[in-house]
């Protein structure tokens, strides 16, 4: 099993460029998760979707930041403009929600907006 | 709403020694309880957790948490530290018989480990 993959690794940006980090979750997992982690607010949950739907977006800190999940084997969070602020390492996540409840990781994507 | 609460920042620890990285949680129903590890430059990884049983659950890379209900803590410990345990620990919890899979993801506890 490859895991969960995430794309690109590393993004550096200029502020106001349109941002898009790309996730693929484990095959047969249903649900999916976008975090945010920083030094300062730590672990943060963005959006999670369950059989592609979004349940929860309560945590995108703005509209200038959108999720998608067109299939059960991708999504997608856009960041639309970018800022300086928006620095952070992303982490797709997705977990199968049957018999097991953890989520699996992936490496995360690295973004650094200048 | 569900909560974790990890009371040290870090924790330090000579090799050999055991090891005890704090978790308390609130839920309002039956607490589905994780560990994870993150190690530098890398995504967290899965080490243990407790949905239902046996309150010692053994998990990766040695490790074992009990849950405790009465003190609603769910500690991660491990017999003799390594070096290579050095890392960044989350305590997260979901409230169990839930429709939707939400974890809460307490701070992190860096455990330092020295030769």
């Known amino acids: 099993d490859a895991g969960v993959i995430q794309s690109p690794r590393h993004e550096v940006t200029e502020m106001g460029q349109e941002v898009t980090l790309r996730c693929k979750p484990i095959s047969g997992h249903n649900s999916l998760f976008w975090y945010r982690q920083t030094m300062m607010r730590g672990l943060e949950l963005l959006i999670y979707f369950n059989n592609n739907v979004p349940i929860d977006d309560s945590g995108m800190p703005e509209d200038r930041f959108s999720a998608k999940m067109p299939n059960a084997s991708f999504s997608t969070l856009k960041i639309q403009p970018s800022e300086p602020r928006d620095s952070a390492v992303y982490f797709c996540?997705?977990?199968?929600?049957?018999?097991?409840?953890?989520?699996?990781f992936g490496p995360g994507t690295r973004l650094t907006v200048t | 709403a569900q909560s974790v609460a990890q009371p040290e920042d870090q924790v330090n620890v000579a090799e050999g020694n055991p090891l005890t990285v704090k978790c308390t949680y609130s839920?309002?129903?039956?607490?589905?309880l994780f560990w994870y590890v993150q190690y530098p430059n890398r995504g967290l990884q899965f080490l243990l957790k407790?949905?239902?049983?046996?309150?010692l659950v053994k998990g990766s890379y040695g490790f074992e948490a009990e849950f405790n209900k009465s003190q609603t803590s769910f500690h991660l410990k491990k017999p003799s530290a390594l070096v290579s345990d050095s890392a960044l620990y989350f305590c997260a919890v979901r409230e169990g018989n839930t429709g939707f899979q939400k974890l809460v993801f307490g701070t992190g506890t860096r455990l330092l480990v020295s030769p």
């Open positions: 839920v309002s129903g039956n607490p589905y």
């Open positions: 996540a997705s977990s199968s929600g049957t018999s097991s409840y953890e989520q699996y």
């Open positions: 407790y949905i239902t049983g046996d309150n």
